[in-house]
């Protein structure tokens, strides 16, 4: 509005509110004070709803924070096959007994699908493998038809009993029963002590073992034995990203065997590596099941054999098969090496223990039907041990 209509305004609002002092006011002295634009910033009021938002933000951005570390922080751990006790002491107890039934020697027969170039390292350890078969044909695998239950013992002399059952590569139904106590160590509260025995159809082993609270966890330590000469023992060597066990078998008070053997669980499988020396060799079996195009079940071993300078890698399908002469059932080892340059195929013949209980549909025991001997793994180191109420324990 401009000053001069301004002014003529408050003139004329003077003469109709104030005639009586119209001659009193002097237009010329009135001072109009210009508009000034107002530079302040608006004042921000409260809401709840923009708080609420932001505190939303911060949550999900914590909470994502933490699961990124989380993965972050773990992705080095290896899922464990073995997650309890009761697993731990079956399967231990387990593949114990099943490498007491190995200590018999082995027939086997090297039947080559052509002459090969050269003679494959592994020619020399498949005695070894085909024990190790034996142990681990029913303990790989899907994890979900592998149980370690817990049950009520039918034994008064034994508190604790656990329910192994799983399948074999014939499909047919394996169990074992363990029955054992658990004792505290009066000086040392970290130790308890187990005693007991591991029933397999008519036949059954003692047991004797320890554990040892660490800080990492349960160490879980076995020994199973026919008798004070012929036993095995099972030393816990796991971490806490490592599951593995070191196996000692005594043959008449001479060690014959000692294998370390590692379990990992990769898509809800349990797969074992067995790792040894011998002579001049270093050898590790990747053990793990399969199936093939036909639905039956094999075992699948990649292998490296390492001698020097020397490196052979290779392949090997384990599947079962019946043998008409010896009426009994057999593993047949497929075979295909890397050998340097060379490249080959050859196949071998091995015995099969009985893997069914007495519930199942199981054979005898496979003796195979070979020719010739492997070089098994003898080391002669005999030590002394104690019996105590029918167990064992190595001084």
Same mark, same amino acid.
């Given at each position: 509005?401009k000053?001069?209509?301004?002014? &003529?305004?408050?003139?004329? $609002?003077?003469?109709?509110?104030?005639?009586?002092v119209?001659?009193?006011?002097?237009? &010329?002295?009135i001072?109009?004070?210009?508009?000034?634009?107002?530079?302040?910033?608006?004042?921000?009021h *409260?809401?709840?709803?923009?708080?609420?938002?932001?505190?939303v933000?911060?949550?999900?951005?914590?909470?994502?924070?933490?699961?990124?570390?989380?993965?972050?922080?773990?992705?080095?751990?290896?899922?464990?096959?073995?997650?309890?006790d009761?697993?731990?002491?079956? *399967?231990?107890?387990?593949?114990?007994?099943?490498?007491i039934?190995?200590l018999?020697?082995?027939?086997?027969?090297?039947?080559?699908?052509?002459?090969?170039?050269?003679?494959?390292?592994? &020619?020399d350890?498949?005695?070894?493998?085909?024990?190790?078969?034996?142990?681990?044909?029913?303990?790989?695998?899907?994890?979900?038809?592998?149980? *370690?239950?817990?049950?009520?013992?039918? =034994?008064?002399?034994?508190e604790?009993?656990?329910? *192994?059952?799983?399948?074999?590569?014939? +499909?047919?139904?394996v169990?074992?029963?363990?029955?054992?106590?658990?004792?505290?160590?009066?000086?040392?509260?970290?130790?308890?002590?187990?005693?007991?025995?591991? %029933?397999?159809s +008519?036949?059954?082993?003692?047991?004797?073992?320890?554990?040892?609270?660490?800080?990492?966890?349960?160490?879980?330590?076995?020994?199973?034995?026919?008798?004070?000469?012929?036993?095995?023992?099972?030393?816990?060597?796991?971490?806490?990203?490592?599951?593995?066990?070191?196996? $000692? %078998?005594?043959?008449?008070?001479?060690?014959?065997?000692?294998?370390?053997?590692?379990? $990992?669980?990769?898509?809800? =499988?349990?797969?074992?590596?067995?790792?040894?020396?011998?002579?001049?060799? $270093?050898?590790?079996?990747?053990?793990?099941?399969?199936?093939?195009n036909?639905?039956?079940a094999?075992?699948?071993?990649?292998?490296?054999?390492?001698?020097n300078d020397?490196?052979?890698?290779? +392949?090997?399908?384990?599947?079962?098969?019946?043998?008409?002469?010896?009426?009994?059932?057999?593993?047949?080892?497929?075979?295909?090496?890397?050998?340097?340059?060379?490249?080959?195929?050859?196949?071998?013949?091995?015995?099969?223990?009985?893997?069914?209980?007495e519930?199942?549909?199981?054979?005898?025991?496979g003796?195979?039907?070979?020719?010739?001997?492997? #070089?098994?793994n003898?080391?002669?180191?005999?030590?002394?041990? #104690?019996?105590?109420?029918?167990?064992?324990?190595?001084?």
């Amino acid at each position: 509005m401009k000053l001069n209509m301004l002014k &003529a305004l408050i003139k004329k $609002t003077a003469e109709n509110e104030m005639p009586d002092v119209y001659a009193k006011i002097d237009l &010329a002295t009135i001072n109009i004070i210009p508009e000034v634009e107002n530079t302040n910033p608006i004042k921000r009021h *409260f809401s709840f709803s923009r708080v609420l938002q932001f505190a939303v933000l911060v949550l999900v951005l914590g909470f994502t924070s933490v699961i990124v570390y989380a993965l972050v922080t773990n992705s080095n751990v290896t899922p464990q096959a073995l997650i309890s006790d009761e697993e731990v002491i079956g *399967f231990q107890a387990i593949s114990a007994t099943a490498f007491i039934g190995s200590l018999e020697p082995l027939s086997l027969a090297y039947l080559p699908l052509e002459t090969p170039a050269v003679t494959p390292d592994i &020619a020399d350890q498949i005695t070894n493998l085909n024990t190790y078969i034996n142990v681990l044909e029913t303990l790989v695998g899907d994890k979900d038809s592998i149980t *370690f239950e817990t049950a009520e013992s039918s =034994r008064l002399e034994y508190e604790y009993y656990v329910h *192994f059952e799983s399948i074999d590569l014939l +499909d047919q139904v394996v169990s074992y029963g363990l029955y054992f106590n658990k004792t505290l160590d009066l000086e040392n509260a970290n130790v308890t002590h187990l005693e007991g025995v591991m %029933v397999k159809s +008519d036949n059954e082993y003692a047991l004797l073992g320890t554990i040892t609270e660490t800080a990492s966890g349960n160490s879980i330590n076995l020994f199973a034995c026919v008798d004070q000469n012929n036993y095995v023992s099972i030393e816990d060597q796991s971490t806490k990203s490592k599951q593995s066990y070191r196996y $000692t %078998v005594y043959e008449n008070g001479i060690q014959m065997q000692q294998v370390e053997m590692g379990l $990992t669980l990769t898509d809800n =499988r349990i797969c074992a590596t067995v790792n040894y020396e011998q002579d001049d060799d $270093t050898v590790e079996f990747q053990i793990s099941r399969v199936g093939n195009n036909s639905g039956t079940a094999q075992i699948r071993v990649q292998y490296s054999c390492k001698n020097n300078d020397n490196n052979e890698e290779g +392949d090997i399908d384990v599947a079962v098969e019946y043998n008409q002469t010896s009426s009994s059932y057999q593993y047949r080892f497929m075979v295909t090496y890397r050998h340097g340059n060379q490249s080959d195929s050859c196949q071998y013949t091995g015995s099969r223990t009985d893997k069914a209980s007495e519930n199942g549909n199981g054979n005898s025991d496979g003796n195979g039907n070979g020719q010739g001997q492997g #070089n098994g793994n003898r080391n002669s180191q005999s030590q002394d041990i #104690n019996v105590t109420k029918d167990l064992i324990y190595v001084v």
